[in-house]
């Protein structure tokens, strides 16, 4: 039997014909297919939004991944106890302060003239501070005061943090009164609202108030539990999950200084970027570098990001995050006396606008930036925010593939 040969064009025409599968596959990965880039600094809130996607869209949270955040807040309740002490020291703040202007005896201001505690200008303008360290001098430091919460204090500062891995041992009865007293303390209060001048998850509060349902035996988190638990992003991961027809690939980055120059690999192809701030952290400043306040760092790094050549036409979506904590701050911190060129009242709504054009200023280049005032552990703002999100990627794949 004869066999038929193939000519130079049939070899043409079935070139041509994978090229067109290919390039329709193409087509179809391009509008089936998100990449999403999760950026910010350190301790913005990105791998909360990360488990909040999950949540939402993903298989959610697992008996295991609970189980396997126990260790994680055992260790965040130890840490943020050891912080708390340790800044009552370098604050001078003695145990038992009260921070009632109306608590300083008429007796120990004279006191503190004689002795020239109010000589400087800044012990004029913050009296309780001053006060608050004459009294620590006076009882001889922290290794001078006496009493239970003294006692407490010295006991959790010996407490092992290897408890925190110790899944099926009780966490010794000691160790919870001892952290129950020095968290209720009210000098210890007082150093908390002060937390802006020393290192302290933001997750504190959180776990503190409620160590008595934590640390119990059969303790298993909840969804709220893992939400706020505190685990340092050190790598970068990619998380994929389906929503409708289009397939996500997010990205999320550790934020410290030192990780920031591995991002560039993942620059391309994105379709879109998700830049969180802390808009909470107005008083606060980096970990890395003391001199910088937080919320300029993140300024720094998202025009940096922004202005990006890659990322001239890319959406960007603005998470001003952390609204909840920057609310309550409020109460109590001027934005003014970190910000000087701010003359608007100390409200949220003002505030807020004020730090959301601070950013929307850095742009260079005409697209659009998309903001949101997020609370990151709000399942159902987030929920809904996320919805929004998903219709501007959607608008966008079909725009860039000429489907619109």
Request: with cysteine.
């Amino acid at each position: 039997m004869g066999c038929s040969s193939s000519t130079p064009d049939d070899a043409f025409n079935t070139s041509r014909d994978i090229d067109r599968r290919l390039q329709a596959d193409s087509q179809v990965c391009r509008t089936t297919t998100a990449k999403l880039l999760l950026l910010g600094t350190g301790e913005t809130g990105k791998s909360t939004l990360l488990k909040q996607m999950k949540l939402i869209y993903g298989a959610g949270i697992t008996i295991e991944e609970r189980q396997g955040c126990r260790s994680a807040i055992i260790l965040n309740i130890c840490t943020s106890i050891k912080a708390l002490v340790l800044a009552m020291e370098t604050c001078k703040i003695p145990f038992g302060f009260e921070s009632n202007p109306a608590n300083m005896s008429q007796e120990a201001l004279a006191e503190m003239e004689t002795s020239n505690c109010l000589s400087a200008e800044g012990d004029r303008k913050n009296p309780v501070e001053a006060y608050a360290r004459y009294l620590y001098e006076k009882v001889g430091g922290f290794s001078g005061q006496k009493g239970r919460v003294a006692d407490a204090a010295r006991y959790v500062m010996n407490v092992d943090s290897i408890i925190a891995f110790s899944n099926y041992e009780v966490i010794p009865t000691e160790a919870i009164a001892a952290i129950k007293t020095v968290w209720q303390d009210s000098g210890t209060q007082y150093c908390f609202r002060r937390s802006n001048e020393f290192q302290l998850m933001d997750t504190c509060p959180y776990f503190l108030n409620d160590v008595d349902r934590i640390c119990q035996e059969d303790y298993l988190p909840t969804e709220q539990d893992v939400l706020n638990a505190r685990i340092k992003t050190t790598k970068i991961t990619e998380t994929v999950f389906k929503v409708d027809k289009l397939t996500y690939r997010v990205f999320d980055v550790a934020g410290q200084r030192c990780h920031r120059k591995h991002w560039a690999p993942y620059f391309d192809d994105v379709n879109s970027i998700i830049f969180m701030v802390a808009i909470s952290s107005y008083d606060q400043v980096c970990m890395e570098d003391e001199a910088s306040n937080r919320v300029l760092d993140s300024k720094e790094v998202f025009a940096a990001i922004c202005n990006h050549p890659l990322f001239k036409r890319t959406p960007m979506i603005l998470f001003m995050n952390k609204i909840d904590l920057f609310q309550e701050k409020l109460k109590f911190k001027q934005v003014s006396q970190y910000f000087a060129e701010y003359d608007g009242p100390n409200d949220y709504e003002s505030a807020s606008e004020f730090f959301v054009n601070e950013f929307l200023k850095v742009n260079k280049y005409p697209k659009n930036i998309y903001r949101h005032l997020t609370a990151a552990t709000d399942t159902q703002q987030i929920k809904g925010i996320l919805d929004a999100v998903q219709a501007i990627i959607v608008q966008n794949l079909l725009t860039t593939s000429g489907l619109m």
